[in-house]
C-alpha cells in the first residue's frame, strides 16, 4: 500500500522541532531498512523510530482505531482504513500499543453495542 508517514508530524528527535524534518533516504542494517530523516533546522540525521514515539495522532484516530479492533478488523486492514478516512499512516505495532495503552476504553468498546468513544476527548490522551 502506498502510505506514507506524515511528515508533518515527524519531530527531530535533537532539537524536537516539527515541520523542519525531510526525508533522506533509506538505512540499512542486517535486519531492516528504516526511513532516514534529516531536521533542517539542526542539520543532524535520525532514522524513524518505532512509530509512536515522537509522534502524535489526534484522539480521533485513535479512537477510530480502538473501535475497529474492537469490531475484529485485522490490522492491516484498519492500518488502510486510518489512512484513507484520516490521513495519517499508522504502524501496526502502534495500533497495538494504543491496545494495551487504552485497554480500558476497549473493553468498554467492546461491551457496547454502539461505537465509541466519546469520553477520550476530553482526557488527555493527546500526547503519545
Ligand atoms: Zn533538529
Given at each position: 500500500?502506498?502510505?506514507?508517514?506524515?511528515?508533518?508530524?515527524?519531530?527531530?528527535?535533537?532539537?524536537?522541532?516539527?515541520?523542519?524534518?525531510?526525508?533522506?533516504g533509506?538505512?540499512?542494517?542486517?535486519?531492516?531498512?528504516?526511513?532516514?530523516?534529516?531536521?533542517?533546522?539542526?542539520?543532524?540525521?535520525?532514522?524513524?523510530?518505532?512509530?509512536?514515539?515522537?509522534?502524535?495522532?489526534?484522539?480521533?484516530?485513535?479512537?477510530?482505531?480502538?473501535?475497529?479492533?474492537?469490531e475484529?478488523?485485522?490490522?492491516?486492514?484498519?492500518?488502510?482504513?486510518i489512512?484513507?478516512?484520516?490521513?495519517?499512516?499508522?504502524?501496526?505495532?502502534?495500533?497495538?500499543?494504543?491496545?494495551?495503552?487504552?485497554?480500558?476504553?476497549?473493553?468498554?468498546?467492546?461491551?457496547?453495542?454502539?461505537?465509541?468513544?466519546?469520553?477520550?476527548?476530553?482526557?488527555?490522551?493527546?500526547?503519545?
Open positions: 500500500m502506498t502510505c506514507m508517514v506524515d511528515m508533518r508530524d515527524t519531530i527531530c528527535i535533537y532539537c524536537h522541532q516539527k515541520d523542519k524534518v525531510i526525508l533522506r533509506k538505512r540499512k542494517n542486517k535486519y531492516t531498512v528504516k526511513q532516514q530523516y534529516w531536521c533542517r533546522r539542526c542539520g543532524r540525521y535520525f532514522v524513524e523510530r518505532d512509530g509512536f514515539e515522537g509522534t502524535t495522532y489526534p484522539p480521533d484516530v485513535i479512537t477510530k482505531a480502538l473501535q475497529l479492533y474492537a475484529g478488523m485485522p490490522l492491516n486492514r484498519i492500518r488502510d482504513y489512512y484513507q478516512h484520516k490521513g495519517y499512516c499508522i504502524y501496526d505495532g502502534t495500533i497495538l500499543y494504543w491496545v494495551e495503552k487504552y485497554r480500558d476504553l476497549l473493553s468498554q468498546a467492546e461491551r457496547a453495542a454502539r461505537p465509541l468513544i466519546k469520553k477520550v476527548k476530553k482526557t488527555r490522551h493527546n500526547r503519545l
